[in-house]
């Protein structure tokens, strides 16, 4: 089955402790990335990768690192997580020509609180 | 980026009935356009899209009209059913500029479909 999946799907931690969102896609896409989701202010991107070993910053980087080593995976890093990290996050793919770029799949979520 | 944003955050309609969910979205550069459906503690997922060089397009029971004049897309759902309760989002882009511009999402309508 075609999917993209995340672990852990929930998650709490206190603030400073670092921490991983693991992504894996199985449909050899070449377009990954991640977005974060809050109340009233809809999807908002972290980071993308147009393909391995290549990443930029979406509209929300500050606090978060990303790393495209292979193709299938795309892990979050939160280095120092602070509360203001709180939310509710989303990996997606898509193949990455033309508009097929933007019809992305997206993963389950993760939810994270930092206390 | 621009802001997209939605006109009504709730919606309720009877079941059989159709709905119609508005977006508004700022950037009069934009020319590519998608609705995405996303149900309870699922990710968002890929309805429909449309380029600026048209002003309908039809999927099954769904149907995005787009009001360049206006800087206005709606979504059409005709024969509502309980499976379309969900949060629904339109995004925007601009994909023919070549620039590396990604999606820029709405806030969200919640669809309820009462019995």
């Known amino acids: 089955e075609a999917q993209v999946t995340q672990n852990p799907r929930y998650l709490i931690t206190v603030t400073g402790k670092k921490l991983t969102v693991t992504c894996s896609q199985n449909?050899?896409?070449?377009?990954m990335s991640w977005y974060r989701q809050d109340p009233g202010l809809g999807l908002r991107q972290i980071y993308y990768?147009?393909?391995?070993?290549?990443?930029d910053k979406g509209d929300v980087p500050e606090g978060y690192k990303v790393s495209r080593k292979e193709k299938r995976n795309f892990p979050l890093i939160l280095e120092s997580p602070s509360p203001n990290q709180t939310s509710l996050y989303f990996c997606?793919?898509?193949?990455?020509?033309?508009?097929?770029?933007?019809?992305?799949?997206f993963g389950p979520g993760t939810r994270l609180t930092v206390t | 980026g621009e802001s997209v944003g939605l006109h009504l955050p709730t919606l309720s309609v009877q079941e059989g009935d159709n709905s119609i969910i508005n977006c508004a979205y700022s950037?009069?550069?934009?020319?590519?356009f998608i609705w995405y459906k996303q149900e309870s503690g699922k990710g968002p997922q890929f309805i429909i899209d449309?380029?600026?060089?048209?002003d309908k397009r039809q999927g099954q029971r769904v149907t995005v009209l787009l009001n360049k004049t206006v800087k206005h897309l709606s979504l059409q759902i005709a024969a509502t059913q309980p499976g379309d309760s969900a949060v629904y989002f339109c995004?925007?882009?601009?994909?023919?500029?070549?620039?590396?511009?990604?999606?820029?999402f709405g806030s969200g309508t919640q669809l309820t479909v009462l019995p």
């Open positions: 997606a793919s898509s193949l990455s020509e033309g508009s097929a770029k933007y019809e992305q799949y």
């Open positions: 449909m050899n896409h070449e377009y």
């Open positions: 990768s147009m393909n391995v070993e290549v990443t």
């Open positions: 950037n009069s550069a934009s020319d590519y």
């Open positions: 449309i380029r600026s060089n048209m």
């Open positions: 995004a925007d882009t601009e994909i023919s500029s070549g620039s590396a511009r990604q999606l820029t």
